[in-house]
């Protein structure tokens, strides 16, 4: 046991099934823990996973903490209330005659097959929406100024009501926010008590219903992520930890506590959203083992609970500014992410119709897979591959969960099997067969529904299960290679120490192109960088390096959706539209030449770098890897039960060749090969696989 050199960076990412952490030392040594998350306190799971890597390192947690330059944390907590609905009691005081422009919502179908799925519940039920009077007209001057009296009237409705946070959202407030905000100033003076926010302050962008959902979401979140955060530090403080505490926001990068605390609805896609940091290091990877075919790339991030799947071309993930969380618009940005119920603990299930049905319903951490022994009675995907010889009983993930192979039979053959007909072997297979169909469309959802062809990208596979599943999925897409990074089963965690600081600004305009100009756009631009500027001034630490991006959303007439495309500051209205035209093409597959074009907004991105975290390059090796066993495997419908090498990931160094069919036991997933496929160790531990298209 080598204890760590300080100081240290420490990453947490609390999954649904597990909480993983990534810690880098001073001599850039990484070490990796797994626990089970703790649902009921997330903050439960981390502390045990600081305390499982203070015994491994033989290092006290005061040590740990006291010597830690970062901590970042990515979290679901704002996730899981947003879709288990455990939002708190939230009131919504909005413009006379509009507060039922949260249940209106678009008014479209957002699945034009689907007739019969009923709308999420509204988050504020209509007795708790008030509207009073005032009115910003669509060109932003103000009609009629706020009716302060008639607001009291509805603060002291709403507080006899129970209400725990307040929503302001008025008409074309993002426009002028005088009224809206002189309304958020009485409501924080007469009721302190209640979290307030104001939409125009939040997101000040076109579009009401989603600028109401989204200021709706964050009251909602505020006292129950706020109170979270604050019980995390003061935790993590008790136990001595003198760095800063970052929180991954949906956008991608890192924000202090204190920032994010009043902002929660940006935490929605935290965790998923650090796959920008850890395809960077991936792409590194890639680059040192096949310089030719580095990029682009797709990742298909497989947890306990989901899958997210993302792709980076140039060095980037691209960033939406819509996010729809459990039925529910958010104006956010937020890393292009897209996420299905497909994990190691997605459960298998017989359905009325007598049809084998997989998804999206997942065990959790508890009771968790039938094989982990925890009192689960449903079979799930864990229990499938058992069964078929890709895991191995026994303990895994450090020894947080221990395998049961007759547990995984029987309850494959009971739930699965007899009432199909099946053998056991043969039910497993349908369950894993059904599984990856399932990310197979995932992946084509963001590549070919985005223009994208996946048959000129990299798939890389990363989470506990990712390495299972890999290479049948990048088959069948047509990939010409499979990268596992070296600690796939803690891909975001690793990724979130990769991650700099970011903000992001973004304000409407609207108007023609050729009416506004490039000027107008410009000077547009460069005020929201002053309020950038002034915002991270007072948020991020002194002599952060920043750099800022400039964007612009662009769309024809009559469109609803807008593309967005970067310019800089020698931007003409030549250059910008030459950018919509390439952008729009590679989505629709066509532009309307000389076509009118409508700005609807401007938005500035700050990135503050954080120091760079080096991990060392392990000494090179030569030749064939040297398996530790063999065992019976199904590898797939045409080749079924094969003898296959089993190595042990922790033999394996830079340089080593392994051919197919081969199972890699690392330290954080699993690696299958089929018999055709031929993989080689890079430099970092990640391995490449690869075989005739």
């Known amino acids: 046991m080598t204890k760590p050199e300080w100081p240290c960076a420490i990453a947490v990412d609390v999954g649904g099934t597990f909480t993983d952490l990534v810690m880098v030392d001073g001599a850039g040594v990484q070490r990796v823990v797994k626990v089970p998350s703790t649902p009921e306190d997330p903050a439960i799971g981390v502390l045990a996973a600081v305390d499982r890597l203070a015994g491994d390192t033989g290092a006290s947690v005061g040590d740990l903490l006291s010597n830690c330059s970062r901590f970042v944390h990515g979290s679901t907590v704002a996730t899981n ?20 422009a949260l249940e209106i919502r678009r008014g479209i179908r957002e699945d034009q097959w689907d007739h019969r799925t009923p709308w999420p519940p509204v988050i504020v039920p209509r007795h708790r929406r008030l509207g009073v009077a005032e009115r910003t007209r669509a060109d932003g001057s103000v009609g009629r100024p706020l009716d302060e009296d008639a607001l009291r009237a509805a603060i002291a409705i709403l507080k006899d009501d129970g209400v725990e946070a307040v929503a302001v959202s008025f008409l074309h407030s993002y426009l002028d926010p005088t009224n809206e905000r002189r309304a958020a100033e009485i409501l924080r003076q007469t009721w302190p008590g209640a979290r ?4 125009s302050d939040l997101v000040p962008v076109l579009g009401e219903y989603a600028r109401t959902s989204t200021a709706v979401v964050n009251a909602g979140l505020v006292p129950r992520v706020s109170g979270y955060l604050e019980r995390l530090a003061a935790q993590l403080a008790e136990h001595g930890m003198a760095g800063q505490l970052l929180l991954l926001a949906s956008n991608g990068g890192t924000v202090p506590v204190d920032a994010v605390a009043r902002r929660p ?10 796959v920008g940091g850890a395809l960077r290091q991936a792409g590194a990877g890639l680059t040192d083992l096949d310089h030719a075919n580095a990029s682009p790339m797709v990742s298909m991030e497989i947890g306990g609970t989901s899958c997210d799947v993302a792709v980076m071309s140039d060095g980037s993930v691209p960033v939406t500014d819509g996010l729809v969380v459990g039925g529910y618009h958010l104006s956010v940005p937020a890393v292009d992410v897209h996420t299905i119920g497909a994990g190691g603990g997605t459960i298998a299930r017989i359905d009325e119709g007598g049809m084998l049905q997989v998804g999206p319903q997942g065990a959790g951490a508890v009771p968790g897979p039938a094989c982990y022994g925890r009192g689960g009675e449903l079979a799930t995907a864990t229990d499938a591959h058992l069964v078929l010889g890709r895991l191995r009983p026994g303990p895994y993930a450090g020894g947080s969960v221990v395998l049961d192979g007759e547990a995984a039979q029987q309850v494959i053959a009971d739930t699965i099997a007899a009432p199909l007909g099946l053998d056991v072997d043969a039910a497993a297979a349908g369950v894993l067969r059904i599984l990856e169909d399932h990310l197979r469309h995932a992946v084509e959802t963001i590549t070919v529904e985005r223009g994208r062809d996946p048959r000129h990208m990299t798939l890389v596979a990363a989470g506990g299960a990712g390495g299972l599943h890999g290479a049948a999925v990048a088959r069948s897409l047509g990939c010409p290679r499979l990268l596992i990074p070296a600690e796939a089963g803690v891909f975001c965690a690793a990724g979130m120490l990769h991650t700099d600081l970011r903000r992001d600004i973004t304000r409407s305009i609207v108007g023609r192109l050729d009416e506004l100009g490039a000027d107008h756009v410009l000077d547009a631009l460069r005020a929201e960088t002053e309020r950038l500027t002034a915002s991270v001034a007072t948020e991020w630490p002194d002599g952060t390096d920043t750099e800022v991006g400039w964007f612009v959303d662009l769309r024809y007439p009559g469109q609803l959706w807008s593309a967005r495309v970067a310019i800089d500051e020698t931007a003409t209205d030549a250059s910008i539209r030459s950018a919509f035209e390439g952008e729009y093409q590679q989505l629709y597959g066509h532009i309307q030449p000389d076509g009118a074009l409508d700005v609807t907004a401007v938005a500035v991105v700050g990135h503050g770098r954080l120091p760079l975290i080096e991990t060392p390059v392990l000494e090179p090796v030569d030749g064939q890897a040297i398996p530790t066993s063999h065992r019976r495997c199904w590898i797939d419908a045409e080749h079924g039960w094969v003898d296959t090498a089993v190595y042990d990931g922790a033999d394996l160094g830079p340089g080593h060749r392994i051919d197919g069919p081969f199972l890699i036991d690392a330290r954080t997933t699993t690696v299958l090969g089929g018999p055709d ?7 970092a531990g990640d391995i490449l696989i690869e075989w005739e298209v």
């Open 677 to 683: 496929a031929r993989a080689t160790v890079g430099p």
């Open 265 to 274: 609805v940006d935490l929605v896609l935290s965790g998923p959203a650090a």
């Open 196 to 199: 307030t926010t104001a939409s």
């Open 81 to 100: 209330a947003v879709l288990e609905r455990r939002l708190a009691t939230v009131g919504l005081i909005t413009t006379e005659g509009f507060r039922d």
